[in-house]
């Protein structure tokens, strides 16, 4: 199973909204509406902001949401903040799980 | 508290064995699916292993298959990962985590275990 393909890295100054892809094939992203997105700071584990496409567990900001058309999925952040600087991980059901190839997300 | 535990990390030689553990705390283990998943260092997250509830179930990944076993422990709360045969691109920080609902996704992820192999 091969990653999911994100950017590599996507920047944005202090209350812009930034958007990140998350590409796979109808096999994974495409086949299911089971695509989460995970935030990862330095050295810490990762966080579950995303589930289900486009739901957020309880204490994620709603600055944070999810979409998906076909076979790419999207995580927008809006009004960023400096604490949303981190790593950005997609993840889809494909019989197993597949990772994204990640995203840090910079704030300017 | 719903906290996650792994411990077992450690330095081993290409070709050596290691056992993971993560104790979970909190919430009712036996009723959860649960995962590893590991990062190589500077790289991104990999999925590694899943077993279901009661065990009975497992999958891994292509890398490890054959090498790694899953297992768990309902009466002690504790999930494992036996490692076999390691290589130098098992080299990772491991991360056990719980699936909510059976591969929809994992919401509760412990602090990581950090194994290298290495001569």
């Known amino acids: 199973q091969s990653a999911l393909t994100q950017p590599r890295s996507v920047s944005g100054s202090p209350g812009q909204s930034v958007t990140i892809s998350c590409t796979g094939t109808?096999?994974?992203?495409?086949?299911?509406?089971?695509v989460s997105w995970y935030q990862q700071h330095p050295g810490k584990a990762p966080k579950l902001m995303i589930y289900d496409v486009s739901k957020r567990p309880s204490g994620v900001p709603d600055r944070f949401s999810g979409s998906k058309s076909g076979n790419t999925a999207s995580l927008t952040i809006s009004g960023l903040q400096a604490e949303d600087e981190a790593d950005y991980y997609c993840c889809s059901y494909a019989g197993s799980y597949v990772f994204g190839t990640g995203t840090k997300v910079t704030v300017l | 508290e719903v906290q996650l535990v792994e411990s077992g990390g450690g330095l081993v030689q290409p070709g050596g064995s290691l056992r993971l553990s993560c104790a979970a705390s909190g919430f009712t283990f036996s009723s959860y699916w649960m995962h590893w998943v590991r990062q190589a260092p500077g790289k991104g997250l990999v999925w590694v292993s899943r077993i279901n509830s009661d065990g009975s179930s497992t999958s891994y990944a292509d890398s490890v298959k054959g090498r790694f076993t899953i297992s768990r422990d309902n009466a002690k709360n504790t999930l494992y990962l036996q490692m076999n045969s390691l290589r130098a691109e098992d080299t990772a920080v491991y991360y056990c985590?719980?699936?909510?609902?059976?591969?929809?996704?994992?919401?509760?992820w412990g602090k990581g275990t950090t194994v290298t192999v290495s001569s």
């Open positions: 109808s096999s994974d992203v495409g086949g299911y509406n089971y």
């Open positions: 985590a719980r699936d909510v609902r059976a591969l929809t996704h994992m919401d509760v």
